[in-house]
């Protein structure tokens, strides 16, 4: 059934045959209701996608006390590793513990017919306010709606179709350019990719670099040089087997987003090919001066976390009600020249990958 925004609680107890008083509770939580009546409840709201109205006007008389943490893209395809759930525990505490402010975590919000609504506490009044933590997909239709509730919320990723969003985050797209020029001035000019995050807005700026770092050298754009993979070892190796099984491919970016050096290596040896001897590779990481690939002839870093930790302290004072604009934070890579026998830290990953 399509979606109907005109939809009262009054309809809803219509439609399921209760009270109004009963809906709410469902809505809300709240006991008093039979598992059979919340079951036949919820099934009317997931049929015809309605959402209780609880936008900005009904939050101005209340205290800001609950921050929301959710997850745009589901943890099957986006999978953040535990090491950043850590990472952002500490940084959430230390920016809201000393205010006393609850933390409201969702991870498995629902998915509908129009997308996954990973913004239901802010409709149903879970939380004032929210971070959205992962990649943003590229037909996102929830985040306008959260824009313009007026409620103060944090995206650490970025949409082309909504520039005006709240962000903090990192330009992919500069980083893919920075990669692949750095590869042509070393002479290469078949060079291939590993590309995170398809139907994904990072994936996008990805592959938005590489073509233009190609386009502005007059070399013509070839999709066979792209592969798009997940965050799994054998998609990774399989990938870079097939790539580097074209002999005339003598430099790859791995922008996979894995920071896993055994399947590169592992994919280039069913190819017959050594990493640093017959072929160069640019490695992207998210932890600043970290070597992926000891190989490698170059790596980027890819300041996610300190950008999303600018963002937090940013985000904590519109919360708070110290600002009332929205946040736009975007850092620059840094691409590292490899250097000879330098003792360099591994990275930390920002995602768990798969075997």
């Excluded at 190819?271 to 790596?299: I, M, Q, S």
Aim: proline share 6%; hydrophobic share 35%.
């Amino acid at each position: 059934m399509s979606k109907v925004r005109s939809w009262t609680i009054h309809d809803i107890a219509r439609r399921a045959d209760v009270s109004a008083k009963t809906v709410s509770r469902v809505i809300n939580g709240e006991k008093g209701v039979s598992l059979l009546t919340r079951r036949k409840v919820t099934q009317v709201i997931d049929e015809v996608g309605f959402e209780p109205h609880t936008g900005a006007r009904s939050m101005r008389g209340c205290r800001r006390d609950c921050v929301g943490v959710v997850l745009p893209a589901s943890p099957e395809e986006v999978p953040l590793s535990q090491g950043f759930f850590i990472w952002l525990f500490n940084e959430l505490c230390a920016t809201f513990g000393k205010r006393g402010d609850f933390l409201c975590i969702d991870p498995h919000p629902p998915t509908r017919e129009n997308g996954r609504d990973y913004a239901r506490g802010l409709w149903q009044q879970r939380y004032a306010g929210c971070i959205l933590c992962g990649p943003l997909s590229l037909n996102d239709n929830v985040l306008p709606r959260i824009h313009n509730s007026g409620h103060p919320y944090l995206a650490l990723g970025r949409l082309d179709d909504f520039p005006e969003c709240s962000c903090a985050t990192v330009d992919y797209e500069l980083g893919a350019r920075m990669s692949v020029e750095y590869l042509l001035n070393r002479g290469h000019r078949r060079i291939a990719m590993l590309k995170a995050f398809s139907g994904y807005q990072p994936g996008l700026e990805r592959l938005r670099g590489y073509r233009a770092a190609l386009e502005q050298a007059g070399i013509p754009f070839d999709p066979a040089l792209v592969r798009s993979v997940s965050v799994s070892q054998s998609d990774i190796l399989n990938a870079v087997h097939r790539l580097l099984i074209e002999p005339d491919v003598t430099a790859l970016v791995d922008c996979s987003a894995a920071e896993d050096p055994v399947s590169i290596r592992e994919g280039a040896r069913r190819a017959g090919r050594v990493p640093g001897k017959d072929f160069e590779v640019v490695c992207w990481t998210y932890t600043d001066n970290a070597t992926v690939l000891a190989e490698a002839c170059g790596h980027l870093w890819l300041p996610v976390r300190e950008s999303a930790r600018e963002g937090l302290i940013c985000f904590e004072r519109w919360f708070s009600g110290k600002t009332s604009e929205p946040i736009h934070i975007l850092y620059r890579p840094t691409l590292y020249e490899h250097v000879s026998g330098l003792q360099v830290p591994k990275p930390k990953p920002l995602f768990s990958v798969a075997i």
